[in-house]
């Protein structure tokens, strides 16, 4: 079963602004992770936030992560339309289960 | 970084028939690989944790006789969907853990849309 929620489902913005999802999650975990799939494509890896770590940053990349509220959320900066795509968040649950959890994803679309 | 290669992109079968999903990672060794299944729009589903050598750990309510994977070297995985019906259709994609990569991320294949008439 999937492990977490995320929000919005769908965010639509206009390029140079920057977008933000968030993810939600049950279980204990040893780090959450952020991917990107393009339309009909295999995902990539964006960015791995460690279970003790708050934030973390790359490039235009931000993510937060609070333990306590079992949420993450991914900011966009001076986003482009080549940002354009799915986003999900995985996480890796504690307890040596040695799988990734997808959560249900956000599909953005920058408009030039 | 590490590349995963997954074949076919895309395969039309006829219902009944049984089809094969290969991949391969190329550059690296992959002890454990996993199977995932997305229908459109929705997120991905882990269909199993294919290990090097061993039997695969199926998820809850994946039948292991439908979706049949074997994991023969550490540098391949298949899965063979077998006797393919309409409602099998669906974009499959397979990733693995690269030992060297901090064993954390997951390396993504292309993914696999299959098509059953």
Redesign the interface.
């Known amino acids: 079963?999937?492990q977490g929620e995320e929000d919005p489902q769908a965010l639509s913005i206009q390029e140079g602004e920057n977008a933000t999802m968030n993810c939600s999650y049950k279980t204990s975990i040893?780090?959450l992770?952020w991917?990107r799939q393009n339309s009909?494509?295999?995902?990539?890896?964006l960015i791995?936030i460690r279970s003790n770590e708050r934030e973390k940053h790359s490039g235009r990349l931000r993510v937060t992560l609070d333990t306590s509220k079992k949420s993450s959320s991914l900011l966009i900066t001076a986003s482009r339309a080549a940002d354009t795509a799915s986003y999900?968040c995985?996480t890796?649950p504690s307890g040596g289960y040695?799988?990734?959890?997808?959560?249900?994803?956000t599909?953005l679309a920058v408009h030039p | 970084g590490a590349v995963v290669s997954q074949h076919p992109s895309w395969v039309i079968c006829k219902s009944g028939t049984s089809v094969k999903i290969e991949c391969r990672s190329l550059d690296f060794q992959a002890t454990t690989m996993f199977w995932y299944r997305q229908f459109p729009k929705q997120s991905l589903m882990l269909m199993a944790t294919s290990n090097e050598g061993s039997k695969a750990t199926y998820e809850q309510g994946v039948e292991k006789d439908k979706f049949l994977i074997n994991h023969a070297s550490l540098t391949l995985s298949t899965l063979t969907v077998t006797s393919a019906h309409p409602e099998d259709s669906s974009f499959y994609i397979c990733s693995a853990r690269a030992t060297g990569y901090g064993n954390e991320k997951l390396f993504f294949g292309s993914g696999t849309q299959l098509s059953v008439l």
């Open positions: 079963s999937q040893n780090n992770q991917y009909g494509r295999g995902l990539v890896h791995l999900f995985a890796d040695n799988k990734l959890i997808f959560g249900a994803g599909r």
